[in-house]
């Protein structure tokens, strides 16, 4: 007879379900699944490289699952994701924090320490402010060292990070009272940060205000931006957000700028290769660039919130956004892959 051991053993097995075929295969419009058959929980996140090694870094947005994990996946080629940790849960210093989401990732080239950032609300406080947390190691623990508001007074909603070199930035959506009332994520704002990336140190950039219009026609609590992601092609940075829809996919609408503070471009459409009003049913979540040897791939990485929306299969997508004489173009793959020695990608189907 089985032990007790063997047993609970081969139920997790069972449970986890086949591995990933781990062929470096891009699937889109299938759940995924790492290395080990586990199902993949990872929205609202980031990924950053070091060396050979990506490492992407999301929250756990499973129906019910409760209390809040922010997880840690690695991989070499994109497509192939190995579990590393929980880095960090509601527990400990952590322990009051309602909600930790969109984590960011930076490592710090003169502390060498990893920073995450991420959305922080606590009972005390209804709506987000910043969470700071470090650690020696990209897989922790991590250890809560600050937490503070974007802006003295006011509150925020989706946030990511963006880094050149030894500087490191908080993108924020910021949060504005019209009349009275508090209406959310009305404004996209860039925050610099200190040195050691552990506090704001001050603001480059608001702008996109939709405060005005007619709020009978666009409720202004449904107009405004969120999943806002910043990268920089040659000498432009481009801001990629998705529209305020709750767990519903969306267009993605990006804007220009030569300099960080601007000034930003009006906000445009992002052109989509097949059409789609939607970015392929997915939520803009961030844009990582891939260098390598013969050029660069820019990889989309997309949410789709099936589990809560029932539209669709699976909860990510990944796809390419190649440039065209400087416009951003999403193009859609069911299966592609990526060679990142060589910054180059090919598509399957």
């Known amino acids: 007879m089985a032990g007790p051991q063997a047993v609970l053993g081969l139920f997790l097995a069972l449970a986890a379900g086949p591995p990933a075929p781990q062929d470096g295969v891009i699937r889109n419009d299938t759940v995924w699944r790492d290395t080990a058959g586990n ?34 996946y690695s991989s070499k080629n994109l497509a192939d994701w190995k579990f590393e940790n929980t880095i960090v849960r509601r527990e400990g210093a952590f322990g009051d924090i309602n909600w930790a989401g969109r984590p960011g990732l930076l490592h710090n080239p003169a502390s060498k320490k ?8 606590t009972p005390r406080w209804k709506r987000h402010r910043i969470g700071f947390a470090t650690s020696d190691r990209i897989d922790g623990p991590y250890e809560l060292a600050n937490v503070q508001a974007a802006e003295a007074g006011r509150s925020s909603g989706d946030q990511s990070v963006y880094q050149e070199g030894a500087q490191a930035y908080l993108i924020a959506t910021m949060d504005g009272d019209v009349g009275g009332r508090k209406y ?8 610099q940060l200190s040195g050691d990336f552990l506090r704001i140190e001050r603001k480059l950039f608001e702008g996109f205000d939709n405060v005005s219009g007619d709020r009978n026609v666009v409720p202004r609590d449904q107009s405004s931006r969120e999943a806002s ?12 957000t998705s529209a305020l ?36 049913n997915t939520q803009h979540d961030f844009v990582v660039p891939i ?59």
């Open 184 to 191: 959310l994520n009305t404004s996209l704002a860039i925050f």
């Open 245 to 280: 829809v709750g767990w519903n996919s969306s267009a993605t609408m990006y804007s220009t700028a030569k300099s960080l503070a601007g000034p930003w471009a009006d906000l445009k459409i992002l052109r989509t290769d097949p059409p789609s009003k939607d970015s392929y």
């Open 291 to 349: 260098a390598g040897a013969k050029g660069t791939v820019y990889l989309y990485a997309g949410d789709r919130y099936s589990q809560y929306t029932k539209v669709g299969v699976g909860r990510n997508v990944f796809l390419p956004l190649v440039f065209e004489a400087g416009e951003p173009v999403l193009k859609w793959c069911a299966e592609w892959k990526i060679d990142p020695a060589a910054g180059r990608f090919t598509i399957i189907r």
């Open 39 to 72: 199902e993949i929980w990872c929205n609202g996140g980031h990924i950053i490289r070091q060396g050979d090694v990506f490492y992407w870094i999301g929250y756990d947005t499973a129906p019910g699952r409760w209390p809040w994990k922010i997880h840690l």
């Open 114 to 121: 990893y920073v995450l950032l991420f959305e922080n609300s």
């Open 229 to 240: 992601h910043i990268i920089k092609v040659n000498d432009t940075h481009y801001w990629f």
